[in-house]
């Protein structure tokens, strides 16, 4: 075949497979293959989505990749992930790309952060749409002004190439190689999951160790690991600047998981209860209230109320759920508090654990894993005029000027800037 023919055969296998990625949010996987396998064939596949994003494997590519970058002085901005990425990874990248040449973004489920009886086998693989959303998300960024970079490289290493010396361990008392952030680590999310921050502090210390990016950026979402990246960063003189960008949320309010994937639809239908309870908590702040009991009473009772509907409800029709943890803490130690200074300000959290499904109905939707799994949920919100930490929206911000707040209502003022800025940081009463 000519090379004019094969150019005109792969433009129109192009040209299809490309339709197909752009009129679904989630392409089928077999797609996704299709569109990889032609990228290196088809001129007109290049044109349309750009140029094919660097995947390493090993230490040795990536460390050359990294010191070339150094070399021409960019800067480079790593966000770690597990892959199944939806829209509030891709928000980390943009964060990321508006500050940095190249972004680095890693996809590996660390095993030692999942205990002996989690979900590590179930958990959502998606490689190659993926590469496709990160693919799309360059082509979005390019030729904007707010996007000083795109995504350069994706770090895919196996688990010898993470875990060199030892098979990794789920056990409490295993052996290995590990990082231990305590005392933050052993409350909250620790308490129920022991082994967890252990893995992610221990997998996050090797990717900085091995990427050595400028800066490094998480979701406020999981603010818990934030904060243990954050003392590991500050107790290990590790040289990578920390950003948070703020939660990004379905059109109900539930926060973005890779986990979602498991609700299916009766629970999908009631998992915004951390929202809805939040939303209670921050009406009390709002009108002045500062008192434990104040602020997390409320917040229960909206729990407590929509688990009391779903028990009434049949077997056939509920989702249950049990509230694990609702928490007022220190935004530094995390230790509980029995009132929030505006000053030294609080992180409100909380965990849901979803039920599985006590009587499917035949067709119904159920989720990844058929509805049996257990879905753990979490969120949470920072009050008080306290920086946590370093925040990277993104989003453009705008501010309202002090003599418009000033004429305003507190609570419209509260809401009108949450609107215009997009960012859960500014989601307090400090106005």
Same mark, same amino acid.
């Given at each position: ?15 299809? $497979?490309?339709?197909? @990625? ?56 790593? %966000?770690?992930?597990?892959? +199944?990425? /939806? ?28 205990? %002996?009886?989690?979900?590590? =086998? ?5 490689? /190659? ?57 052993? %409350?909250?999310?620790? +308490? ?11 997998? $996050? ?5 091995? $990427?050595?990016? =400028? ?19 500050? =107790? ?28 299916? /639809? ?52 509920? +989702?249950?759920?049990? %509230? ?5 803490? =220190? ?19 909380? +965990? ?63 809401? @009108? ?15």
């Amino acid at each position: 075949m000519s090379a004019g023919n094969l150019i005109r055969k792969y433009a129109a296998e192009s040209l299809t $497979v490309t339709r197909l @990625v752009r009129s679904r949010q989630h392409p089928p996987e077999s797609a996704a293959k299709k569109l990889e396998r032609l990228y290196d064939k088809s001129p007109l596949l290049k044109s349309r989505i750009g140029p094919a994003i660097d995947v390493i494997h090993n230490v040795s590519h990536l460390r050359q990749k990294r010191e070339a970058a150094r070399s021409s002085g960019k800067k480079v901005a790593l %966000v770690p992930t597990m892959g +199944a990425l /939806h829209d509030g990874h891709l928000a980390l990248v943009r964060a990321a790309a508006r500050h940095a040449h190249e972004v680095y973004v890693s996809i590996y489920v660390n095993p030692t952060q999942f205990g %002996v009886n989690e979900d590590l =086998d179930n958990y959502p693989k998606t490689w /190659h749409q993926d590469l496709i959303k990160l693919q799309r998300l360059n082509n979005f960024m390019e030729g904007k002004r707010q996007f000083i970079g795109k995504v350069t490289t994706i770090f895919n290493p196996t688990t010898n190439v993470m875990y060199p010396s030892l098979p990794p361990t789920s056990e409490i008392q295993g052996s290995g190689s590990f990082v231990n952030i305590t005392p933050l680590a052993n %409350v909250l999310e620790g +308490a129920a999951r022991p082994v967890f921050f252990r893995g992610v502090a221990t997998v $996050v210390l090797k990717l900085l160790n091995l $990427v050595q990016p =400028d800066e490094v950026v998480f979701g406020q979402k999981d603010i818990q690991q934030v904060l243990v990246i954050k003392r590991m960063i500050e =107790d290990f003189h590790i040289n990578t600047q920390l950003f948070v960008s703020p939660t990004e949320r379905e059109h109900d309010g539930l926060a973005m998981s890779s986990r979602n994937v498991y609700l299916g /639809h009766r629970r999908r239908r009631i998992a915004n209860v951390i929202y809805k309870a939040m939303q209670a908590s921050e009406m009390a702040w709002i009108k002045g209230k500062r008192d434990r009991r104040e602020l997390l009473g409320p917040a229960l009772g909206v729990a407590e109320s929509i688990q009391n509907t779903q028990r009434a409800l049949p077997p056939s029709e509920r +989702a249950g759920f049990e %509230v694990d943890y609702m928490s007022l803490a =220190d935004p530094v130690t995390l230790e509980e508090i029995q009132s929030v200074d505006e000053e030294r300000g609080a992180i409100l959290s909380a +965990a849901v654990i979803m039920q599985p499904i006590e009587e499917p109905q035949i067709g119904e939707n159920l989720g990844l894993g058929r509805g049996l799994t257990p879905v753990r949920l979490i969120d949470n919100r920072i009050y008080g005029q306290h920086k946590v930490f370093p925040y990277r929206d993104s989003r453009r911000s705008f501010k309202l000027s002090p003599d418009i707040r000033a004429s305003m209502n507190p609570l419209i003022s509260s809401t @009108v800037r949450h609107v215009l800025t997009g960012s859960e940081f500014y989601r307090t009463a400090a106005l």
